[in-house]
């Protein structure tokens, strides 16, 4: 079991930064991955960027140059953090964190239907 709780949207204008956390506290599983996906008004979820318990970091390919992730795990007190930058209109939407328990080396560019534990999201508009 994980439980999830997004924080740190907001309304900005156009090539402002942003950071949001996702505290994902307390976890059973020994290694977990945690992601961050958006959802754009009347678009599929897409995935962000990931990272392992430990900090074995991962992004899909659109992601790279202004998102990045950073972890902090202390004792399972773990929180992904998405630090977002220069801001466009179309990074509007609800920005999810989700969890999933793993084995492997690296969680992968972050897919939907891989993981099982998801936050409520958390809502980010960015106006010109």
């Known amino acids: 079991q994980v439980q999830l709780l997004e924080s740190g949207g907001g309304s900005v204008q156009t090539g402002r930064s942003l950071r949001l956390s996702c505290s994902a506290s307390?976890?059973?599983?020994?290694?977990?991955?945690v992601a961050w996906f958006r959802q754009a008004p009347g678009k599929e979820r897409e995935g962000i960027a990931a990272?392992?318990?430990?900090?074995?970091?991962?992004?899909a390919d659109s992601m790279k140059g202004r998102f990045t992730v950073s972890l902090h795990n202390v004792k399972k007190d773990l929180t992904l953090s998405l630090q977002m930058n220069d801001l466009k209109p179309e990074d509007t939407g609800v920005y999810y964190c989700?969890?999933?328990?793993?084995?492997?080396?690296?969680?992968?560019?972050?897919?939907?239907?891989?993981?099982?534990?998801w936050g409520q999201g958390t809502q980010v508009t960015v106006s010109s």
């Open positions: 990272s392992t318990s430990d900090g074995i970091t991962t992004y």
């Open positions: 307390p976890y059973a599983y020994s290694r977990i991955c």
């Open positions: 989700a969890a999933r328990p793993t084995w492997e080396s690296s969680c992968g560019i972050p897919e939907t239907s891989s993981y099982n534990y």
